[in-house]
């Protein structure tokens, strides 16, 4: 059962109260670096999407990168993808005008309890959850029908009409990355994009993280894998902050011009049989500067029943998952809990 809603953080801040709802605590075994502590960079690829589907050289060894980078990182920058530089601006442009509203303007968008649309912060489940330093803006922008339009800002000026156009050109961009992972993975092109359905949900996300006072004991979303297919990111241009883990260390992700950021989740590890990697990743605060980010998670539809694609399992790989649905709703309740949910998934 989801607890009473606790204020934001930009209203925490603006009363001069303490982060003590979002303090970590250090680890038992002495071993706890400071959240803030300085990270290596990760060291990704940009693929250009156009290049992906192409059936020249160029193309094959395009598909060769996604691979690589797919296998072992589960995250790539996506280039030539088809949304201008003046598009994504624009989106930077509306999300941080949207925080900037004074809070009784924010507040008419509020999220319910019990629904996870709307603005505020997510939910709490148990009264010793530590708070991310946080707070959102969560719509559903597709399918169509699955929108409540209550929640979408009409100030600023032109936020809901941008959303749907951004959800348009997004598609795009999944329909391809789709068939070029399933063609890095020599499958049928359509194979995944099968899987993941014609009523798949979009999610959005517009994310804000005041500057903190504490950067070594606060985060701003706490470590998780995502329960999407995949999830296509906008990260802030200028203030870094979002971290991916590999073997065991925590990498920066590099800041690049003109990219997308697209990283796998856990339903797309398990269409892959486990070759691809459904990444854990989480958002360090800032003290001077503040950070938005926008994320979009792509989810198969609800009917539909998430499995290793076949062409992945043989006696030299045997198949590593059950087939699931409705994994979402499983995920978020990990979540919280500091669990990943697809450990439930394995056999």
Known sequence: MEKPKFKTVQEVVAAGEGPERYLHAPTDDGKSQPLNSPVPEMDIPAIDLNLLLSSSEDGQEELSKLHSALSTWGVVQVMNHGITEAFLDKIYKL??????????????????????????????????????????????TYPEDKRQLKFWPQVPTGFSE?????????????????????????????????????????????NFFPPCPRPDKVIGIKPHADGSAITILLP??????????????????????????????????????GIYKSPVHRVVTNREKERISVATFCVPGPDKEIQPAEGLVSEARPRLYKTVTKYVELHYKYYQQGRRTIEAALI
């Open 162 to 206: 941008t959303l749907h156009e951004y959800t348009m050109k997004q598609r795009v961009v999944i329909e391809k990355f789709f068939k070029a992972m399933a063609r890095s993975l020599e499958l049928e092109e359509n194979c995944f994009l099968e899987m993941y359905g014609e009523t798949a949900i979009m999610n959005a996300r517009f």
């Open 95 to 140: 999300t941080k005008q949207f925080f900037a509203l004074p809070t009784e303007d924010k507040h008419k968008y509020a999220r319910e309890t019990g629904n996870i649309q709307g603005y505020g912060n997510d939910m709490i489940l148990s009264d010793d959850q530590v708070l991310d330093w946080i707070d959102r803006l969560f719509l559903t």
């Open 236 to 273: 802030d241009k200028d203030v870094e902050g979002l971290q991916f883990l590999k073997d065991g260390k925590w990498y920066k992700a590099p800041i690049v011009p003109d990219t997308i950021l697209i990283n796998l989740g856990d339903q797309m590890e398990i269409m892959s049989n």
